[in-house]
């Protein structure tokens, strides 16, 4: 059976090289090195849904952009509870076009909104080598067992209280 990208018997580790198109800047691999911290919960206790409430109640003063919890909410949904316990990752992998669609937005508005998220430490990009986005699930466990998209370790806050980087404006700035 195959392994998550990047992942050893020892857990998840991220590629020390740029993927994609992306390039691998040392701010990005101190977001991806941070991320690779999740090692996951105990089996059985993840609940995907509290982390997003927490996510909820904590957006108004992180100064986000407009959309930012709708498409947190939507991500972190794609997610199987399975996808958050010891040994996996919280990933889910829409395609930008799918992004667009969802939030009646322009591809270079959800670009922007990406960035934004990945900046405020919400969730980081883990790109394919063609750029791509995309997973697969083991059909009998339904574990990801190969995934690239976005990674959402953070959104974990509502256990460890390290949801986001601090915010750089105030509630009034989230429009």
């Known amino acids: 059976?195959?392994?998550?990208?990047?992942?050893?018997?020892?857990?998840?580790?991220?590629?020390?090289?740029?993927?994609?198109?992306?390039?691998?800047?040392?701010?990005?691999?101190?977001?991806?090195?941070?991320?690779?911290?999740?090692?996951?919960?105990?089996?059985?206790?993840?609940?995907?849904?509290?982390?997003?409430?927490?996510?909820?109640?904590?957006?108004?003063?992180?100064?986000?952009?407009v959309h930012a919890y709708?498409?947190?909410?939507?991500?972190?949904?794609?997610t199987q509870p399975q996808d958050w316990e010891e040994g996996s990752r919280p990933i889910a992998w829409p395609s930008a076009r799918h992004q667009a669609e969802f939030l009646g937005l322009s591809p270079a508005r959800v670009k922007q909104l990406n960035r934004a998220l990945f900046e405020a430490?919400?969730?980081?990009?883990?790109?394919?080598?063609?750029?791509?986005?995309?997973?697969?699930?083991d059909?009998?466990?339904?574990?990801?067992?190969?995934?690239?998209g976005f990674d959402s370790p953070r959104s974990h806050c509502a256990t460890t209280n390290s949801c986001v980087s601090p915010p750089r404006r105030g509630p009034s700035a989230t429009g």
């Open 1 to 65: 059976m195959s392994q998550l990208p990047g992942a050893s018997p020892a857990g998840w580790r991220a590629p020390n090289r740029p993927s994609g198109a992306r390039r691998l800047t040392p701010d990005i691999r101190v977001r991806l090195d941070q991320a690779d911290t999740f090692k996951g919960l105990p089996r059985g206790t993840a609940k995907p849904l509290r982390f997003l409430a927490a996510f909820q109640e904590a957006e108004p003063y992180l100064g986000l952009p």
């Open 70 to 78: 709708k498409l947190v909410a939507w991500l972190v949904k794609q």
């Open 121 to 137: 430490g919400v969730f980081v990009i883990r790109d394919s080598e063609q750029g791509k986005r995309y997973g697969r699930r």
């Open 139 to 148: 059909p009998e466990t339904k574990r990801i067992i190969e995934a690239f």
